[in-house]
Each structure stands twice: as C-alpha cells, then as structure tokens.
C-alpha cells in the first residue's frame, strides 16, 4: 500500500481540522504513505459538499454506513458529536478500516471498552485524536521526564479553563445535551487533561470530584426569532443536562498527587490548557495558550542558580523539529492535528498502533465515569 | 490613651517580621496611638536578649506568664508556634490584654472556639495575623469584587506552593511535629489560601481532601554531627507526623466551587500564593511571587478588547496609598506585617474590632478540621 | 479572470513558505479568484523538482527569463536573495505581470525606485511580502491607533532580535555577502521593524545609526572538509561584507522619536520583533514570539484602574478573524503569509493595489539607505 | 569611632527614602558603626521639624551651611535638588565630612569634576547614590558577568520609561527647570541606566543622542487657584527648561554597542528600569518593575535546552542574602537605599572607598555631557 485512502465523517470544527491535517501532512513530513482525501461525510447534502469543495474532498456522502462499507476505503476518520463514535467505530471496525476517533472515545465506559475490543478483534489500527500530546512542547515534556529530569512526581495540576458559553444565552448546542455528548466540560476538555495527565504522569487509580452546571436552561436553537445573543432571551428554553464544570482530586499509581479543573465559565481564559508538574529533581509547566514555550525547573541547578527556563519548543531537536519553520518561528493550534495524522501514517508504514489509541480512550473514559460515580457519591471512586 | 505597651512572645522568623512593623508602622502611617517595644519574650535569654538589642524592645523576657500579666501592657502579641497560641491567648484574655496571634489561630477547632469565647467575654480586641489580606492588592481585589466588578462567582482556585523541606534531610523542625503545629502544610500555607478565600469569597460550605506526608522519617535537629543537609544522613531520624501537602475541593456559601493546592514540594515555588476568582461579570488573578500586581478581566469590555489587565497596584488610589514611595515604587513581604498593625492601632484608635480576628480564626479553624475530617473519611464535610 | 497562474522563484525558506501560503488561501478565505500553482524556479534542477513535488506546483524551471516570459503566468513571485530582485521585477513588469516581490524590495535604493516605476508604468498590481504586517494583532494595533486610542505618539521602540549566527563557524551563506543580500542584519530584519514602524507611525523624516559587524570572517561553504560547526574551523575563511547588527534612532513625520535595534547576536532571542508604541492616550506593546497577543495601555482608564491588559487577538472581530480557529486557539508564522497572498487575490479581484506594496519598499529602503549613510556619516541623515 | 553621627540635608522623597534607611539599616545588618540619626535640614521650618519627628531625626535645622560645619557630624547625606549638590558637598568637604550625595552628581561636568577634587583632597569617604547598583537582582546580574557567564558583550539595551509627568497641567516643578535640575529626564533616570550600564558593561566611549520636550509650558505652582490637575489649565503658564525624553546610541570601551532609551512620557510604565545584556556566553534581562527577579540565557546549554531562567534572586546566596526574609519573600524599593547605607558603613568600618563614589559621578556626568553635547551636534561625542 502506498496510499491510504481516508473517510472523515464530520464536516465541522474538527472536520475543517482534520481535512486541514490530510491536507498538509506529506507537505511538511516525509513518507511512503499518501493520503488520499477520498470521501468527507455528513448529513446535510449542502454542507457537506461545500466541505468536499472547499477543502479538498474528492466526493461527499451523506450516508455513513455506505462510506463505512466501501471498499475503496482504508481508514475511517470520526469526527462527530460523542453518541456517533460507538456505532461508526464498531462498524467500521466490522468492516476491517483502521479506524481515528476524536475524543472523549465515548459516551460511557461501556461502548468505549465495546469499541476498543471491536478494533482489537478487527486487528486494525486505531487511534484517538488527543492532539495535545502532538504539541512538541508537551512531547518534549515527556522527553524530559523520561530522562529522569523530573524524577519522583508528588504533585500534578491540570486545568482546562474556557469561556465560551458564560452568556446564559448561548444556545442549548449539542455539546449540552448529555445524550449527544455524553457529558459536559467533563468530557469534552476534562477528558484533554485526563489524557496530557496520563501521557505525562501515568495511570490514576482514585478521584474525588465535583460537577457543576451553573446555568439550567438555554435558548433552543432555532427555537424563536433569533436563536441566541441578546435576542436569545426570546427563545424557548430546553434543559442543559451536562455540566459547565468539573475539578477533581487524583491520586496517581506512581503515588503522587492531581488536582484538576476544568470549566467554561472561566471569563478570559479562552483555551487555557495548563499542567504543572513537581517532581523531586525538576518540575515543568506548560500554557496551551503559549503552546510553543515550556518552562522547566531543574532542582539540580545550585542554589542560587536555581529558575524556571523558558524553552522555546520550535528547535530542531524538539519533537517534530525541523518540520515547519527555523526556530523562534511559531505554529499554532492546527499543527497539533497535523502532527497526530504524521503519526498516524508512520503507525501505517511501520505496521505498529498508533498513540494514542482506544486502549488509552477506555482508560480515559474510566477516569471520566470514576469523576461522575464520585460526583454522585461524594466519595473517592476507583477506576473500574 | 496615647501609647500603646507592646509585649511580643517569639523572636525568630514573625518575631522579626512583627518587630519591624512595630517599629516602622508610625514612620508611614500617621495615628493617634504610638505602639511601644515594651518587652520581647523568648524561652532562650541569649537568643531574646540578642533579638531585643537588634530589633529595638526594652526588655527581653524568658517567663511569658510574667509578661502576660505585667499590668503596664496593653498588647500582647502571640508569634509563637500553634501549640502556645492557646494559652497564651486564654492568659492574655484573662488579664484583659488585646491580643494578636499568628496564624493559624489554635491547633484545633475546639482550642479556637475557647480561644474566640475567651477574647469576647473579657472584650479585648483581637487580630489574627493574616497578613496577606493586607497587600495592597488582595485589598483591591476585595474592592473590586465588592464593586460587582466580579459578578456571581463560578470558580475559585487558590494554590499555595512552596519547596523548602523538599530535601530529604531537611531536619525536623517544629513545624513538621503534629503536637507543636497542629498540622503541616494545611494550617502553615493551606490556612492563607483560606482566608484569603474567605476574605474574597465568603464562607466554606463543604470541603472534600486529601492530605499527603512523601517523606516519612527526617533527621531529628542535634541529634548527630551535623543534623541537616548532606550531614543529615547521619542523623538520628524522628517521625514526620503532619502532612506534606494538602489538596481540597470547596464548595461556598455563595454557590461557587473552590480548588486548592498547598504543598511544601513544589519545586521552583519558593513562596508561590496564588488565586484566581472567576465571576460572570470579571476574573481576578493574583501571585504572591509579583504582589504588587493585580491581573483583572473584564467581561463586560467589548468583544475584541478583552483581555487580562496587568494593574501595578502602588497608586495612592488603592489600599495603604500614598504612605509608602511613588506608583511604580515596589514593597515587599514585611509591609503586609506594617499594613497589619496599622489596622490594629486604627482599630484601637477607633475602639472597633480589627479584621481578621478569632472569629476569622475560628471559622478558617472549621475548614482546616473539615479538610482533615474529609482526608479520614474519604468523603465532603461539612463545616462544624 | 477566475483563475491567477503563479509562478514562483525561489524554492527554499521563503519558497517554502509562499508555496503554503498558495495552497492553504483558499480553504479559508473565500473569494473568487484561484490561484493556481503553476510552475516554481529555481538554479538548481533536482531542488527545484523536489520542490515543486512537495509543495503541489505543476513544473519546475530552472530558467526565471523563461517564467517571466510565459504568457500563461499572471503573477510573478520574487522570493530569491536580493540581489535577484530587481532584474527579476524588473523583467516581470515588462512582461506585464504581476509583482510579488519579498523584503527588502532591492539592494540599493536606486534599484527600488527603478522597479516602483517599472511596476508602475507597466500598470500592474506590486506587492512586498512585508508578512508581518499581516499578523492579527498587528492589524489589530494599526485599528487602535486609526482609532485614536493611542493618540498623539511620544515614542517607538522596535527591535528584532535573533541569534541564528552567533556560532563564529557558522559558515558565510548569501546573507552574509553584500553584494548578494545588499546588508546584512539591517536589510534583513531591520526592513521589518522600519515596515511595522511606518505602518504604524508614519514615515521616517530622519536616522542615525551605527553598523556593526562582529565576525569579520567565517567559513565558506563547501570549502573544506566539515564546513561548519566544529569542523568549521579547519574550512578556509572569507570576509564578512556585512553588518551583524544595526542600531538607529529615529525621528518621525508624526513628531515622534524612534528607537530601534536589529541584530543576529542577541543570545535567547530567536525571532523577538517587538514594537512598543507609547502616544498620550494609550500605549502598545507587541512581541512577535507571542504573536497572538497584543498590549494595550488606556491612559483614559481611571486612576488604579490602568494596565497593560493583555489581549488575545483571535476573536472573530479582529483582524482575518473567524476565518481560523475558535478564539483561543492561536496560529503561528506560516499564517502571515496566508493572509498577504489572501490580501493580495482580495487586490486582484477588487483592481486596486495590494499593501505593502513597492512603494512601500521604495520608502523602507530610503530609511535603509539613511541609516547606512549615518552609519558612515556619524550624523542625522535625512530619507532621500 | 564606633557610632557614625549622620546629618541629612532634604527632607521629602528622597529624604524620606534615606531616613528610613538610616533606621532600618542595623536591624537587618550587624556591624561595628551605628549611624546616628543627629539632625536633618530643610529651608522650611514647620516642613523639616515635622520630617525630624516623622523619621526619628533627633534635630531640626533649616541652615545647611551651620550642619555642614557642626563639630559633631561625621557624615553630610545631600539629598537636595541637583544645583544645591554643588555647593554643598564642597563646604562638607572642606569641613572635612565625609559625603553622601543623591545622583546625579552635579549640574554639569565641570561641576562634578570639582566636586571629585575636592573630596579627593579632603581625604573623606565619598558615595554617590545610584542605589539600583544596590538590588540584589544586579549585583546577581554583575557576579555573573564576572564568572565570564555573558562573555563577550556584543549589545547592552537599558531603557527608563516612567509616564508622571504626562498630564500637559503636570505643574512646573523644579525637576523641570534646567537651572535647578541640570537636565531632564536625562539626568534624573538617564543617569541611572548609564550607571548601571557602567557597573554592568564598562565605560562609555562615544554616544550620538537626541533629547526632546514634548510639552513646552506647564502650570507654575501657586500662580493660580488650582495649581494643577483639571485645574491647571487656568494657572499661569512657565518655560519647560528641560528635555521630557533622552534617547542614545553608544559604544563601549568593550567595543559592545548600546541602546538607551528614557523617558517620562511612556503611558503605563511607572517605574520601568530594564536592561538586557546580550554576549557570546550568556544573556541577562532585568525589569526594576519586577526587581526580585533575573532572567538568564546560558548559550552553553545544550541544544534545545535553552531558554531564559527566572531566577527569584532572594537566596541566601545572593548579594545581600540572608540579611531580610526567606527565599521567595520579595523586598521592595526601599531596600537599595538600606543597602545602600550598609555598603557605606561597611567602607567606613574598613577605611576603604564606598562604591559607587564620586568618581563614578564625573564619569557618569561625562556620559550625560556627551549626550547633551550630541543633541546640540547631531553627531557621535566622546567622552570629555
């Protein structure tokens, strides 16, 4: 195979990326696989062939199943809303495709271990889009823990802080209905620094957390003249059935310490992904908002000497280095998915899964379900 | 009454801080009442006698019975460790002295009720000694959020990290020894970030933690040829009974949810006492590390103009204005002390109870002990 | 005129960089003329076939008369060292092409003039690849000023920083041959911050500077085993021509005062173009390392309420935006690009001229010629 | 001598900066020589008697001639407006004191140059004041310039930016006379960043500058109701003598190039001192806004392991460590004049030179002459 020829189903935010991805990979990294923009799949005619033309889609289908099952067909890209992943995933697992999934894998525990077992009975390849890992600095974050820089860790933080919905009346979309979505902040950014945790600090064996919605009703879209917005008060008003926010407590198998947020109701903090991470030789942090610096702290520095180092990730040597541009020339938010369909490729020609994949998708979802048993019971809940 | 007869019991670390409030408090704040340096008090007659020629006092005292109930004091001033705020205060109390204790009031929920009930029933005024409120910042803070410049509160993190006993020699101290603290990090560090929290978002409703001794055993202090550091190995090694770090989860009276950190092993935090306040109408940002800032979001700004407000607070318009340098003029860690007993001798001068006081004392007591209730039972509790 | 045939000379950084910029424009930007990739040049046959293979353009040329001549080229793209500028646009107005020609517009001033009047006379759209203007939040600062938020302008601050050949061995490449780049640091990436200088402030009445060149020899290329690192040393040596950083004051039509430094030797600095602009009604500060925020001071804020407050310019509302990522979610050096040659087909389709354009070269390089007449004179020199 | 009896002459901000030094100096330093608080001196009777009971001076005396010759006074602290320097460190010269004076030195060189002579004759102790050598963040930054830590100096950039004067009804204040201030902006900030360039980098051997007055009338104080403010605009309007901005280009004796900017007129920067120091080693950033920090670039780290270190300079390791708070507990601006006074008791205490003295004086005096002399040329001055 020297062409891998790709399904997206998904047109949207993570359709536009992911095209972009498909788009520009072979244009920044070698390789012997070609991607082949194939098929973008949707279920408005109209929006999904505009999608095709725009970005570069060779046709557009409105009936999943039938990409699903098309032979021509290689690898099967979801990127839909949470509910959809299951049944794409199993049929397209069923149908033999290697199969990319965006995160959260699920909307619960259950149809993520389905999937995973799905895929692994397939003996296809299968990959779970946390892009974040694909950031070099995050990826050079683990350089250095790795090496021992960090070494013992007692105390991790993570948070996801956004703002995006604080006005009472945005629209009730579907990322705030918990049949679509499968939950609320929780999933869908709790579930990135659940993954950035993980990737960086490894498994976590108990949580104690808190949901949270602070705002119970919002506009139906389409609902009255004027959907949303200050008109948005006019609207007919459905019931946000996910929460606005989700922190919790962690303990980690490797003993150390979590503390994590995450939220949308965070006014100014746009896309604030953050970790920081204490270790008894170094610490790191990170801001997603300044994705191509890293701040590292070396305790083996002598006093006196001793400071957080901001790191420009752009050098050759980083993770991805050599790609894009000379050092101190940044790249943004967009490169991330670039750099998991490299990934994803490579996993192809070498014939190994690719990183992250289902397996880390269930034990993602375990940390979500454990964090909403934990809400409930008001107690500390371990992984099933 | 025109002076006022100092008495302080401790001479290290808050016995300097306070003695050079004392000291400078008349030199930038004009007021009615002169504080006096009566008499210092310290169980070691070199050491007090030395710290009483260095910082300025009349006397130096080893008895603090004696001083307590000299009649020619006004004030007694407790700077010692938790386990002697107690009776200290109830013998201050009794011989109708004001008091001011350090943080954190009593090394336990019913010491500080008794201490409290004690200070009311001879009606002297009492100060706890929680400086922090007193930079300038934290006061705007609070100024702005009773503005409404903040709105309906979503979310509230506040984190206290510090790195200082992270070697493992690091001897073990009286602060490390639960019977003299009461607790580690939680009452040392984790105390502040609560008040601070309450000061700027009321009252604790509920609290789920977790609390974490990593290093077990420690060198006990003179118990072998070198007692810390590289040496310490060789010392005798004594149980570390208080706890190392202290992570919680919060509800408040006001609705809004809490995260805090405090922790004695971050690496690289040196004195890192942060917040962060997330309201519907503006968000607050605050490190200790740069306390002559005040970072502000506004939510109401127009789309596009939107953004975190970098406010170097040292105008003669914001809290303790114009008694210091120029705008742009730095202070330090020691002026929240001066800042402190200035607002004691108002609050004498005016004969109206200082803030904080015990009462403040015993309700940060309350979460202190629900933390600690929550950490044995794995689950949220309330405030008793 | 549906379609535009490109043709680009040049195929290696800012080859690269273009050929993107062709190829990413319209899958998110709209409008109604394609570019289409038609042919890149280059001398150097295999490189250039690479290239056109990698980058998506239909042939390769090693010949640019032949380019320039091929009636079906609408647009001719200068993207070679500068020296090659000047035949190349000049031969490209006389076919009566299209010009995009990369910075400086020419080595010397009275080639600059020579192409604006070629251009000009051949009456084609001219555009100088002055990127940075390009970069929201530098759009976005120019709107503030155009606004009067800035006001009257005391003072302009611009520097751009690198450190990209600080290795003595680092060997003696084109940019480092005056007769190939015209300067060195000065035309390089002092025309940058001159460009952001006048684009924001206005014309330059007067300079004086100095020129400094801190490695007089280097290596030469291929001229002996190991041409550089290490192994330089042994390589035989050749003369620097040209400056290694370039230092002026200036003083501006708006009255205002400038001050500006450009060098390669400023250690931690890989790409720091930063501007600060300070008026009597607001003050801006930008940092190209972070290039998705801006600065902006309200001097009419009310006292205690001033501050830089710190802006991330990716809402829909700013300058190219909406056409990216949610807000939040940044983008990085390649984008300029995309939105000069976006500005360029908007130019193209609406018939006026693109900005920046080859008068703007002519000004920019009359503030070049200025300062390295100073540099020579020891005086204030006036543009030409 | 074991007590140092002090005489101070000014009474208001730097009188008040120096006094609080005087008293707070061997609380936090130990010593053989205790400074005695002996008498403070002012034109205004009520004004200097209210300052000598403010500060804890034991006399008042509006007569500096009848202090400087008093038997009893070891050390004259002028303190005074730049004209009255002159003067007054001559007759405490010829009287045999030994001399603290504010900086700049004097109103011109060949003032300054007498002044030198004349202690120099004497035999006195002489220091000049320029207390910013004196944060510890400096002295940090000059121990690593010394360990060879920067190397080869190739750029020095210092910039003073302050905005208090930027109201056009600011009123006329002697700082704004060049009869009693010298210059402008030049001598009164401009002389700190070329002392600390001079501490950091070496002599200055040429500089080209310019020096501007933005505002060229403003309120004469008490010429009207309202003397300033909203009000100003109605009070009788005098010359602004002195230039609001001085902006120069520099060379070194270490033939490293440098970049000077101050100003008054730099809305938003209250007190924004910075430098950064670019060499072949290493790299150093400081920002006076934000004293406790340094930033340092090692150009020896590995690759990819490179990045500026923010380096809390509140160790026990740094200059003047120890003396006040734990690591990470920040110390302010009254500090360098503290430190300050230690140095100078120290130089008493060892019969050796204080530094920075009046030798630094003429020689910083001959940078702001060169300044002065290039405005009016228009070309590069040397050193007189």
């Not at 021509?72 to 495709?97: E, R, Y």
């Not at 899964?353 to 993602?364: E, H, L, Q, T």
């Amino acid at each position: 195979m020297t062409q891998a020829n790709i399904a997206l189903i998904g047109y949207k935010f993570m359709g536009k990326a992911h095209s972009n991805a498909y788009r520009q990979v072979r244009r920044f990294f070698p390789g012997k696989i070609e991607p082949v923009m194939k098929v973008i799949c949707g279920r408005d005619r109209a929006g999904v062939e505009a999608a095709a033309r725009l970005y570069g889609w060779e046709e557009a289908e409105t009936d999943w199943r039938k990409v699903v099952e098309r032979s021509d067909i290689d690898v099967v890209d979801v990127s839909t809303p949470g509910n959809l992943h299951h049944p794409m995933a199993m049929a397209a697992a069923a149908a033999g495709k290697h199969v990319i999934c965006e995160k959260p894998l699920a909307n619960s525990l259950a149809d993520a271990k389905e999937m995973l077992k799905a895929v692994e009975k397939a003996g296809v390849k299968h990959m779970l889009m946390h892009n974040y890992r694909k950031i070099p600095a995050v990826g050079f974050a683990r350089q250095l823990i790795e090496e021992g820089r960090v070494g013992r860790v007692y105390h991790y933080h993570g948070a996801y802080l956004q703002d995006w919905i604080m006005d009472p009346n945005f629209p009730l979309v579907w990322r705030l209905h918990k049949n679509l979505a499968g939950s609320g902040t929780l999933g869908d950014i709790g579930s990135h620094i659940i993954d950035l945790a993980r990737y960086l600090n490894g498994e976590f064996t108990a949580v104690t957390g808190q949901l949270t919605t602070f705002i119970k009703e919002r506009p139906i879209p389409g609902s009255g003249e004027g959907a949303w917005g200050a008109k948005g008060a006019k609207a007919r008003r459905g019931k946000v059935t996910v929460d606005d926010e989700a922190n919790f407590l962690a303990r980690f198998k490797n003993s150390s310490n979590g503390v994590f947020e995450a939220s949308r109701f965070c006014g100014g903090r746009r896309n604030f992904n953050v970790f920081e991470i204490y270790g008894d030789k170094g610490a790191i942090a990170f801001n997603l908002e300044h994705m191509n610096w890293l701040e590292f702290y070396d305790c083996t520095d002598r006093p006196g000497r001793q400071g957080f180092k901001k790191i420009n990730v752009t050098e050759a040597v980083h993770p991805y280095g050599g790609a894009w541009w000379p050092p101190g020339h940044i790249i943004g938010y967009e490169h991330t998915f670039i750099h998991a369909i490299h990934d994803f490729l490579v996993a192809l020609e070498k014939d190994v899964m690719p990183s992250p994949n289902f397996r880390d998708g269930v034990a993602n979802q375990a940390v979500l379900d454990a964090v909403e048993r934990s809400a409930r019971s008001g107690s500390w809940e371990k992984m099933k």
